[in-house]
C-alpha cells in the first residue's frame, strides 16, 4: 500500500527532523525530534491516513 | 466493535528516555515486535521503519508492532544498552544527565519484545540481513533470495535483525508478519 499524502508528508518531516534538529549545546538529546514522534503518536490525522475508513 | 476501536496507536516512554509507539496486535499478551531507530542522532533507519509500521499496523498483526526510538546521545545507543541490561539506568542517567528527566517513567524491564527489527531502505538491489539465527531463519522462508551476512549482533532480551537495502521494507515486513504467526503459534501451544 502506498503511503497516503499526509503520512508521505509526516514520515518527510520528521525524517529531516532526523538530520537537521542537531541537539543544542545544552542537551545531547533531539528534543524537536522527540517532540515530533509525540505528536506524531497522538495525532489523529496519522490514524486517518493509515486506516481511511478507520473510524467509520 | 469497529476496527478502529481494535487498533491502537498507544505511546509509552522508558526511563531511559526510549519511546515506544505500538500498533496494537490481536494478541496483547505476546511481547511486541520493535522495527528501531536512533532518536538522538541522525537515522537513516527512519523511514524504513515508519514505511514498516505503517504496513504491519494496517494488517493487525497477533503481536503489537511497535515503533521503538532508541535514545542516542552523541551516537552511543545508551538506550538499547540500558534496555538490554548491559548498563545501568543509574550509569546513563550519571554520563547523560539529560536523562534523569525520564526517571520517573517505567522502568525498561517492563517492555518485553518478541524480536527487534532495523529495517534500512537503501538504494542497493535487493536486500541483505544479518541477525540471529531464528529471524534469519524465518526472513529466509520468506525471501529465500536475500544474502545473509555474518554479524555479531546480539541481544540478551531479544532476537535481533538487521535488514537493508531497496527491498528492505518488503522483506521486513514479510518477516515480521511471519514471525508473529510463529511467537502466536509458540505461546499458544502453552494454553
Known amino acids: 500500500m502506498a503511503l497516503s499524502t499526509d503520512a508521505d508528508a509526516l514520515l518527510k518531516r520528521l525524517q529531516s527532523l532526523s538530520f537537521s534538529s542537531k541537539p ?5 538529546l533531539n528534543t524537536a525530534f522527540r517532540d515530533s514522534l509525540r505528536d506524531f503518536a497522538e495525532s489523529h490525522d496519522y490514524a486517518y491516513a493509515v486506516r481511511p475508513n478507520s473510524f467509520n | 466493535m469497529s476496527r478502529a476501536s481494535a487498533i491502537l496507536i498507544q505511546l509509552q516512554q522508558d526511563h531511559a528516555g526510549n519511546i515506544y ?28 521503519a515508519f514505511q514498516s509500521f505503517q504496513k504491519l499496523t494496517d ?3 497477533e503481536c503489537d508492532v511497535i ?5 542516542s ?4 545507543l545508551v538506550g538499547r544498552d540500558v534496555w538490554d541490561g548491559s548498563l545501568q539506568a543509574s550509569e546513563a542517567w550519571e554520563k547523560y ?3 534523569k528527566a525520564f526517571a520517573g517513567e517505567e522502568d525498561v524491564s517492563t517492555f518485553a519484545l518478541s524480536a527487534i527489527f ?3 531502505q537503501t538504494e542497493d538491489v535487493g536486500a541483505t540481513a544479518s541477525g540471529s539465527p531464528v529471524l534469519i531463519t524465518a526472513l529466509q522462508k520468506e525471501a529465500p533470495t536475500v544474502k545473509v551476512k555474518d554479524s ?16 528492505a521494507v518488503q522483506v521486513g515486513t514479510k518477516t515480521v508478519t511471519w514471525y508473529s504467526e510463529y511467537v502466536a503459534a509458540l505461546f499458544g501451544n502453552f494454553d
Request: proline share 9%; charged share 20%.
Open chain 1, 24 to 28: 543544542s549545546s545544552a542537551s545531547p
Open chain 2, 21 to 48: 509507539i505500538s500498533g496494537t496486535g490481536r494478541d496483547r499478551e505476546l511481547g511486541g515486535i520493535a522495527l528501531t531507530f536512533s532518536l538522538d542522532t541522525p537515522s537513516l533507519s527512519v523511514p524504513g
Open chain 2, 97 to 99: 544527565p539529560d536523562l
Open chain 2, 152 to 167: 555479531s549482533l546480539m541481544s540478551k532480551r531479544a532476537p535481533v535483525i538487521s535488514i537493508r537495502g531497496r527491498d
Open chain 2, 67 to 71: 515503533l521503538l526510538g532508541w535514545t
Open chain 2, 118 to 120: 532495523d529495517v534500512h
Open chain 2, 59 to 61: 494488517s493487525q498483526l
Open chain 2, 73 to 76: 546521545p552523541g551516537g552511543e
